[in-house]
């Protein structure tokens, strides 16, 4: 159990930060986040951990979310302030707003290969065979999807 709490330890914020822009709902990130530990948990728990079997059980459930509902509960940057002067904490907060709202923008599998090159601290390699797809077209994925995401962060500011 103390191996487990060490794995949780260890990857429950870049996990949270997966799921969050993967969904655009800081709830339904922080109720899958529960959920996709607890799922891992009660099925692998015996055997050797794995983040990407962490990250696959995160994004199935995202994914079956999103099949039953789209989600209704926006991300409320009021309650998560950051720490410092209220200018900066604005700063931060209209700066993440943003960024979340572009990556809304993308389609589903621009979302996920940005999602796990940013978040999930796996290797570009891991990343190609948690999504089925070969090394050098995750490249080339995050890639253009890191450029596509410019351009809508560049339009906005416009």
């Known amino acids: 159990m103390n191996t487990f709490r060490e794995f949780y ?17 800081h709830f339904l990130a922080a109720d899958t986040l ?12 015996k055997g050797e951990l794995s983040v ?23 991300f409320n940057e009021d309650e998560h302030r950051s720490e410092g002067d209220e200018e900066s904490a604005f700063l931060v907060r209209e700066e993440s707003r943003r960024v979340l709202d572009a990556l809304q923008q993308l389609d589903p599998d621009e979302i ?9 601290g796996l290797s570009y ?3 190609a065979e948690h999504t089925g797809t070969s090394e050098s077209n995750i490249k080339v994925k995050i890639h253009r999807s890191r450029l596509k995401l410019k351009k809508i962060l560049l339009a906005s500011e416009l």
């Not at 799921?19 to 709902?25: F, T, V």
């Not at 990407?52 to 926006?74: A, C, E, V």
């Not at 290969?113 to 978040?119: D, G, R």
């Open 52 to 74: 990407s079997l962490l990250f696959t059980i995160g994004r199935n459930l995202l994914n079956d979310n999103s099949r039953r509902q789209r989600p209704s509960i926006p």
């Open 112 to 120: 996920e290969v940005l999602s796990l090159a940013v978040n999930s």
């Open 9 to 25: 330890n260890d990857n429950k914020d870049r996990f949270f930060g997966y799921l969050l822009r993967r969904s655009g709902d």
């Open 34 to 45: 529960q959920e996709s530990f607890t799922k891992y948990l009660e099925r692998y728990g």
């Open 125 to 127: 390699k891991k990343i």
